[in-house]
């Protein structure tokens, strides 16, 4: 049995408890993720026909008002970046949380998940930025917390990242 | 002129190929190689010993046995000694064996296998009686006082079972789960409960009190080995977490636990920091080689139970009571019901003409089998007398005759069925009748007593036939008997045959007893008269008297075939000059009869 200790982070009201409540296993409310700044939810998943099970740290998404908390990050095995297609300034954050993450925890595997895929006429973020995004390395998934699009793969691409490390 | 050849010479030409060796033997024949085989000898001799030594331990299956009987025990030893695959190996083998062997032969193996079980089946049967009892007794001591039903309604208000609440409040103290932590990224690397306990996913909760941690020491700001090490809850409910280098070890606690349990929690966390220091080192989210900690936590999983008080239920008394009570009525009416079956068993073994050859008890039923003789008491009666129950007892008799005395008697009172005023005697072959009897019996007796087994012969000298003693008295009563007639007449008048009706009721009682002894009574009846008148005149009213006699008896049903009437005149019972008296008495008829 394999577990990993998976960090999801990303702006403030990015969507990222939104994306994954329908695919995690939880017992926390979301009140934690005010209060402590972090939930803790599961996720299990067969990756080359191996269980790994995924321990999430929802951490709280940053805002003016709470700086993410890195002693989170500590043993995380990978991170799941949620960016906003709408609002931009979400990618400044991942990129700010994304050197933040690295100084504290070194270069782990991880996933950008651009949300909000549904809202795509909406986007800020254009195919120059994503270009731009996975030259830096990124693994880019659009993914919706609506449809729940590509969601799973965000799991399966980040479990054979960190398997593969 | 021979030619000679330095021997190695001639040995390497031997190998130099076909050419030169064909070119040898032309020169040098058979005395060349006669040399070559001597030279050879010498070279290799030794080696060729040696050789044919190895050839023969090789393929001599004996030696080979021997050889390896003396290596094989080193060779265990060492091969065990490096790794398991010896062991490995021989287990399929072993396993046949015994299992041909348990097939083969069960007992030897269950023999061999006792001891080590016996002891553990007995304490482990022990154990759980004693388990059954105590939890018996603290069953009815809560089922039936308040603080039980206090507890029933809690325990039916949280629908949770209530034995469990029970528990909990018989506890002073019990750890309910155990989680070993993985220090840098919180992951549970084992985690352990007591039975009977509801728990969210050990791995979120670990990632919770993971984050706890890291909350409560960055938002103090306490030193990096600073950790909370208690959360309390719920009144009596509490979290200790012990942190070591790598790993946590935090245990969900309900209820006050002694301090020193602390440290024992410290002791087995350093002791698993040592023993997985490498496997820490090079963590990468593999918990398997963790799995071999579950016992050694479950052994962490401590409790204490309340003192519960000695007192013992009521319920439990009169259980106890009932059950001695039974168990003494039990004891008391086997005993009585042996005491009974073995007062049967002498009684049938003393029983004239039952011999038991065995008594066997199976199913709770007793298979008594023996020889019985037709004349001895049926079994089923004595056990009757015994008060005992039938249907508990098969009987296998094998009828014969018993010869001795008192059996042969038996047999013949059964068979004879004598009549109460016979005695029946046996005495050396010979039964005795004695006493009195009617006709018909003695006749049956006599007819049927030599068909008794074991009776040789008979005595009836001293047995009275009642029927012919009656017989006897009837025909004296008859000769008695003198009806009377008028002077000249050859009729009675009514009014004075009293006497002629005497006779005729004591002939019918003769005639009835002859049919009965079967011997044909033969009654004459005799005409008198007086010695008035002619003789010719008194012959022939002497003959008219008895003539009307018999016709008065024929006329009351009387069978006359053995009667006979005959007329005597005066001659027989007159006298001449007779008195008036004597006239009287002559005009009469008598009786006489003859067997």
């Known amino acids: 049995m394999i577990k990993k200790k998976v960090c999801m982070l990303g702006s403030f009201a990015v969507g990222k408890t939104s994306l994954v409540q329908r695919f995690v296993h939880s017992i926390f409310s979301q009140k934690y993720s005010t209060t402590v700044g972090v939930k803790i939810d599961k996720k299990t998943l067969s990756i080359r026909e191996k269980t790994m099970d995924l321990i999430l740290w929802d951490l709280h998404g940053k805002d003016e008002f709470q700086e993410i908390r890195m002693s989170y990050l500590r043993g995380a095995s990978g991170c799941i970046y949620v960016v906003d297609g709408t609002r931009l300034k979400t990618l400044d954050v991942f990129r700010e949380l994304r050197n933040k993450t690295r100084d504290y925890v070194g270069d782990v595997p991880f996933v950008v998940a651009l949300n909000k895929w549904d809202l795509r006429r909406e986007w800020e973020i254009g195919s120059d930025a994503m270009d731009d995004l996975e030259k830096e390395g990124a693994v880019i998934i659009k993914t919706s917390a609506k449809t729940g699009l590509c969601v799973e793969e965000v799991f399966q691409t980040l479990a054979r990242l960190m398997v593969d490390n | 002129m021979r030619l000679w050849k330095h021997p190695k010479a001639s040995l390497m030409e031997s190998f130099d190929g076909p050419s030169s060796n064909a070119h040898a033997k032309e020169h040098s024949g058979h005395s060349s190689e006669k040399t070559l085989d001597e030279l050879r000898n010498l070279l290799t001799g030794p080696q060729q010993q040696q050789l044919a030594q190895l050839q023969q331990r090789l393929d001599d299956p004996l030696l080979r046995g021997e050889e390896l009987s003396r290596i094989l025990p080193d060779a265990i030893t060492l091969g065990t000694s490096r790794n398991d695959k010896i062991a490995r190996a021989i287990q399929p083998t072993i396993e046949e064996s015994i299992r041909t062997s348990v097939k083969k032969n069960t007992r030897a193996f269950a023999d061999a296998i006792f001891p080590v079980l016996g002891p553990g089946i ?80 050990p791995d979120m909760i670990s990632g919770m009190l993971t984050a706890i941690q890291d909350f409560v020491r960055d938002s103090f700001e306490t030193d990096k080995d600073t950790a909370l090490d208690t959360l309390r809850y719920g009144g009596d409910q509490s979290i200790w977490i012990e942190q070591g280098p790598n790993m946590v070890l935090a245990a969900v606690i309900r209820g006050i636990p002694p301090l020193t349990l602390r440290n024992q929690y410290r002791e087995l966390l350093d002791g698993i920091h040592l023993k997985f220091h490498s496997v820490l080192e090079s963590f990468e989210g593999d918990v398997s080689p963790f799995e071999i900690l579950k016992h050694q936590l479950e052994d962490g999983l401590k409790f204490q139970v309340k003192e519960a008080k000695t007192r013992i239920s009521p319920l439990l008394w009169i259980l106890l009571i009932i059950f001695l009570t039974l168990s003494v009525a039990w004891a008391f009416q086997s005993y009585h019901y042996h005491i009974r079956w073995e007062n049967f068993r002498a009684r049938l073994n003393a029983e004239r003409g039952i011999v038991l050859t065995s008594v066997e008890r199976k199913n ?60 029946l005697k046996f005495l050396n072959g010979t039964l005795t009748a004695e006493g009195r009897s009617e006709h018909r019996w003695i006749a049956d007796f006599r007819n049927r007593v030599l068909n008794v087994t074991g009776v040789n012969a008979y005595d009836d000298t001293h047995l009275l036939d009642t029927d012919l003693e009656k017989l006897t008295m009837a025909r004296k009563l008859l000769e008695r008997v003198t009806p009377f007639f008028p002077p000249g007449k050859s009729r009675i008048p009514e009014g004075m045959n009293e006497d002629l009706y005497e006779g005729l009721k004591v002939i019918r009682t003769i005639q009835h007893l002859q049919d009965l002894i079967n011997i044909p009574v033969h009654i004459m009846i005799f005409g008198h008269a007086d010695a008035s008148g002619s003789k010719k005149f008194n012959l022939q009213l002497s003959h008219e008297r008895a003539e009307y006699v018999l016709r008065f008896l024929m006329h009351n049903g009387v069978d006359p075939s053995h009667i006979k009437a005959i007329g005597m005149g005066v001659k027989a019972s007159g006298k001449e000059g007779a008195t008036q008296v004597d006239s009287i008495l002559n005009r009469t008829v008598t009786f006489k009869t003859f067997l």
């Not at chain 2, 409040?169 to 306990?197: K, M, N, P």
């Not at chain 2, 037709?374 to 009666?381: F, G, K, Q, T, V």
């Not at chain 2, 004595?382 to 005759?401: C, G, H, I, T």
């Open chain 2, 122 to 201: 007995r304490k482990a049967i022990a154990s759980t009686i004693m388990g059954m009892i105590q939890s018996l007794n603290q069953m009815l001591n809560y089922s039936f006082s308040f603080k039980g039903l206090q507890w029933r309604w809690k325990a039916f208000r949280s629908r949770r079972p209530f034995a469990e609440v029970v528990l909990l409040h018989s506890l002073v103290y019990r750890v309910e789960q155990l989680f070993l932590i993985h220090l840098e990224t919180g992951l549970v690397l084992q985690h352990v409960t007591s039975s009977q306990i509801t728990f969210q996913d």
């Open chain 2, 364 to 423: 709770g039923k007793h298979y008594i089998s023996g020889l019985r003789d037709p004349s001895a008491r049926d079994p089923l009666n004595l056990m009757k007398e015994a008060r005992l129950d039938p249907s508990k007892f098969v009987f296998e008799w094998q009828f014969n005759y018993a010869l001795d005395p008192e059996s042969t008697l038996a047999r013949a009172k059964t068979m004879l069925n004598p009549p109460p005023e016979v005695i």
